[in-house]
């Protein structure tokens, strides 16, 4: 039998549509899985707020309003003050039909007009006004309504997709619900773990109301949700080795006013397991780094001949951090990528990339950030976006090598299609080098012998788990050095 992987399928709404036909199509009505949602999603109202005893429920004209209608139902049943507030008229579709008409049966109440005055005293808001319909922008009365609840700080519960999020894309209409938690029911939408997605699911759980895994199976994935897991590749070390087994990272970069950048990549590569490490960079940085971590081996390289020898000696290459896009920077671009050694391309260098495409080596990973995505894409930032898994799945395309797409819900494309998210991080790591660090962490992890992809997925995995650490409770102020100490204790099977 297959192993279950419904915690970290990652769907399409389209996807999820033809699951939910699947399931019913195999014997378990409609009205039964939306009795289902109302269940999962009461159940986890009692778990978060268990003192609970007024409720506001927004109930749109579908199939999440019907769960919202049948949830109120179960919470007036259990003593709860509970009012409904649904000004759309009639219900769209059958079972929503049913489900309303069962809460006029149980004598359920209706708040009228705007709702603001039932706001008073409310100690939890549940969304169902539009689930996977809800990348549409929130207007009228909902959104007035939407922005009074976050005015006052109350409490939303989402079912299935916070209204106004995009459950393709992750991207958020204006005045969408910020949920504090949200349950996804049957399976997960893949924008409630990327851009705007953390922020308005808050909690995210999952509840796969009991589908027959023969109807998952046959639909598939979008894509798929990483886990610690992925750090599972680093197995214990054996006792008989030397720094040879493990590979030698060669950081290149550090043009003028931008050693730090060189520092930090390989720093990082240190600590997450190359055997060697050295540094490629302006000659005026050479003091400054052997002073500050001496066990890197640092050299000034003015010109492409001085850099010939150190790629012989290395067996992967951190190519960007701090590269600058200058006529030295160029040249020692296409001096290493021209070595077919495998690298890790970050920063200038993709910029480099954008304006003069090239072969690129095997074993290549591409790290860029939505900008450089845009360059390279010959498009911008705000495109990128506006649908990250395609921008991410393209890049990897045109590429034919394993893509990073860093940011809120960090993507790793693979050129056939695969794509995973990264649900780890913080926004205490959007700050400077955080981008050179994972640049040597992706680096170190290629050059102990693992493949793009799985160096890729550990290698995000690690870094964000790292910053989630370091950061704590207090994400703002976070630097990328930050991250060195959880990052060791991570790639040694450690909980940092």
Known sequence: MPADTSATDLLT??????LDCAVIAA?????????????????????????AQHVL?????????GDAFLLAALAKSDGL??????PFGAAQGADAQRARAAWVAAGGAFAHGDATDELAGVDVVVDGLFGTGGGRALDGVARELVARIAARGLPVLALDVPSGLDADT???????????????????????????GADCCGRRELATLDVPAASRIAIGRDA???????????????????????????????????GGAVRLAAEAALRTGAGLVSVATRAQHVGALNAARPELMARGVECPQALAPMLERASVVALGPGLGQGAWSHALWDTTLRSARAAVIDADALNLLARTPIDLPASTVLTPHPGEAGRLLGSDAASVQRDRFAAARELARRCARVVVLKGA????????????????????????????????????????????????????????LAGDAAAGSSPRGLVAGDLFTPLRALVNGSTA
């Not at 429920?57 to 999440?64: C, D, E, F, R, S």
């Not at 003050?81 to 649904?86: G, Q």
């Not at 693979?414 to 680096?443: H, K, Q, Y």
């Open 13 to 18: 709404v389209a996807q999820v549509r033809a």
């Open 27 to 51: 014997g378990i009505p409609g009205f039964e899985l939306m009795s289902r949602a109302a269940r999962a999603g009461y159940v986890a109202l009692r778990r978060h707020w268990p003192a």
């Open 57 to 65: 429920v927004l109930a749109g004209p579908g199939n999440n309003g």
């Open 81 to 86: 003050e509970v009012m409904v507030w649904s």
């Open 170 to 196: 992750g991207v958020a209409a204006d005045a969408a619900v910020r949920a504090e938690v949200t349950v996804s029911f049957i399976a997960w939408k893949r924008g409630l773990f990327s851009a705007d």
């Open 224 to 258: 798929e949700l990483l886990t610690r897991a992925a750090l599972d590749v680093l197995s214990p070390r054996s006792g008989n080795v030397n720094k040879g087994n493990f590979g030698h990272v060669l950081v290149v970069g550090g043009d003028d006013g931008m």
């Open 409 to 464: 819900g960090s993507l790793v494309a693979a050129p056939e299609g695969r794509i995973a998210v990264c649900p780890f991080g913080n926004p205490g790591m959007a700050t400077a080098g955080m981008g050179d660090v994972l640049s040597g962490v992706i680096a170190a992890l290629l050059a102990q012998g693992l493949d793009a992809w799985e160096a890729a997925c550990a290698g995000v995995v690690a870094h964000a």
